[in-house]
């Protein structure tokens, strides 16, 4: 493929065998493989911060917080239970999870 960049900064793909060049506009701008990748990968991370900004709601959040439990906290309790980790792990643990999924404030 042959990677192009539009004045307003879209990404396109043409076939390399020329078979498209008639599609491609003048003010287009040949990317090589490298300024492709860094465009591309730019673009991906703008999108996940986009993503990312949107608020969870309180149903999303008390199921990622039930799924960190799960996979995350409880595991350490039962090595905990075992001695294989201490109370404290668990309990660090338990604390990140809350951090990072805090429940909104109810007014």
């Not at 294989?84 to 990140?96: D, F, L, M, N, R």
């Amino acid at each position: 493929m042959k990677h192009f960049k539009s004045p307003d900064g879209e990404l396109f793909a043409f076939e390399l065998d020329g078979s498209q060049d008639h599609l491609i506009p003048g003010n287009f701008v040949l990317l090589t493989p490298a300024q492709y990748e860094t465009e591309s990968l730019a673009k991906q991370k703008n999108y996940i911060d986009q993503i990312s900004a949107i608020p969870l709601t309180a149903e999303q959040i008390r199921q990622r917080r039930n799924v960190a439990f799960v996979s995350e906290a409880d595991p350490l309790f039962f090595k905990a239970q075992r001695g294989e980790a201490t109370i404290e792990e668990w309990q660090a643990k338990v604390a990140e999870i809350r951090a990072r999924y805090p429940y909104p404030e109810v007014h």
